[in-house]
């Protein structure tokens, strides 16, 4: 039986959908074989015989991956290394090869920073209630030994077939020829972009910041703030290149800049990939989150397809997507599910979709991306509060005798008429309010951010 820990230690690593935290302060070898081993005796107990582990580029992962290898070892499970992976690689490695998953990264978060991403064969999620509270409990307690042979390790590189399984997923042999610059972030996507569209003929990279650096030199592997979109926005105007795309630390997700430099909405992305599916298969459904733009659910149901609204979080819409046998689903975070990659997220994928659909239309990303914007939205906006409940509470108060409905499925949802709306949503690890308001013009958005701000900031 391994070292009991104390659970404010362990609780502070192991998070809503995956186990976070500073390397050596809070995340060491210790702590991550004795999770390797915890993670095996759980998918030991559901008949798995081996575990596939991938790593971004951090300095911290190789050390990390060896102690998480042994740890599943010595539980009697074998251990896959792919090496260098994104998040979307090692569920694709889950998928193809039908095993559990743990992915060595922490996303967008600084290089201090590392983690693992969990999953269970066909990169089914492992969350809170799938899987982490029980390893934190016994990574409390203990977690006990194993008396039986212990695995063996090999090694196998996926790259490449990852790569040609996109590829057959998007047809993009008819498109007309395209720039595309791509700012990697010093992260995964310079691992994976020049495997998936360095052979296609049609398509031109302009890269930037491909080289592997988990210290992240030049900015934050983070494109959903605005300032590290910055140098890819100049290097679309100064290139004269048709489309920007920018990817997160592990390549997971995947943000959109037109030709001129401008941000294109995540929801108007799932609008898109929406309608392309559809086309595929009339009726099917399509899940969105409650922040998403409401353009989406709107066109969806247009189309005759089928919108089911999810919780935000990835666990909320994996399960979703399994539950409903929906093809697609979209985040307002740039995090895109789809049937056909075993209900799991990749922002590759949703690139290859997007990089078809202007080959294929003679108009700029600018135009063509502008019927799937019907609305004026805020971005989420955050605010440290003491209270978040009696601070919502409060906002309800004010806006009663206004709202058409309100709902409840993640914070409180509040209809306004004419089509605006608002949601408040308490962090699930911080002291924090999330709120997300859209509207028909900006200057309705405007309002209701000040009117609920200064409630919400009182």
């Not at 040609?164 to 008819?174: C, E, K, M, N, T």
Request: include cysteine; proline fraction near 5%; charged fraction near 20%.
């Amino acid at each position: 039986m391994t070292v009991a820990r104390p659970a404010e230690s362990v609780n502070a690593v192991i998070k809503a959908y995956d186990i976070r935290g500073v390397v050596s302060d809070q995340l060491d070898a210790d702590f991550v074989r004795d999770t390797g081993a915890a993670f095996a005796r759980l998918m030991r107990g559901e008949q798995a015989r081996r575990i596939v582990v991938g790593h971004d580029m951090r300095a911290s992962s190789p050390a990390l991956v060896a102690a998480f290898a042994e740890g599943v070892l010595a539980q009697g499970l074998d251990v896959v290394h792919i090496g260098l992976a994104s998040t979307d690689e090692l569920y694709f490695a889950s998928g193809r090869l039908d095993c559990p998953g743990a992915m060595f990264t922490a996303s967008h978060n600084p290089a201090r920073y590392n983690g693992i991403k969990l999953c269970r064969p066909r990169a089914l999620p492992v969350g809170q209630d799938t899987g982490l509270a029980g390893i934190a409990e016994e990574l409390v307690s203990g977690v006990p030994g194993y008396d039986g042979e212990p695995g063996t390790p090999t090694e196998v590189d996926l790259l490449d077939d990852y790569a040609a399984f996109l590829r057959d997923l998007v047809d993009l042999s008819g498109i007309r020829p395209l720039t595309v610059a791509v700012d990697a972030g010093n992260g995964m996507g310079g691992h994976t972009v020049p495997a998936v569209l360095g052979a296609l003929p049609q398509v031109t990279v302009v890269p930037l910041y491909f080289e592997l650096d988990g210290s992240f030199p030049n900015h934050e592997a983070n494109p959903l703030d605005p300032k590290n979109l910055v140098d890819l926005q100049a290097l679309v105007r100064d290139s004269g290149a048709d489309i920007g795309l920018a990817f997160d630390g592990d390549a997971d997700r995947c943000f959109v800049v037109d030709e001129q430099g401008a941000p294109v909405s995540p929801s108007a992305i799932t609008a898109l990939v929406a309608e392309r599916e559809l086309a595929k298969e009339p009726g099917a459904t399509i899940i969105h989150n409650l922040i998403t733009s409401r353009s989406v659910p709107e066109l969806v149901t247009e189309l005759g397809g089928n919108p089911v609204r999810s919780r935000v979080g990835h666990s909320f819409i994996k399960q979703l997507m399994a539950s409903s046998g929906a093809v697609f689903g979209g985040e307002h975070s740039a995090h895109y599910y789809f049937r056909d990659f075993w209900g799991a997220d990749s922002g590759m994928l949703a690139a290859l979709h997007v990089l078809a659909a202007l080959g294929e239309d003679k108009r700029p990303v600018s135009e063509l991306m502008s019927s799937y914007t019907a609305y004026a939205a805020s971005g989420e906006i955050n605010s440290t509060v003491d209270d978040a409940s009696a601070r919502t509470d409060a906002v309800l108060d004010a806006f009663g005798g206004r709202a058409a409905s309100v709902d409840r499925l993640d914070g409180v949802t509040v209809q306004l008429p004419d089509h605006a709306w608002f949601n408040l949503r308490a962090s699930n690890t911080e002291p924090l309010l999330r709120l997300n308001v859209e509207a028909r013009s900006q200057e309705e958005v405007d309002a209701l951010v000040t009117e609920i701000l200064r409630i919400v900031r009182a």
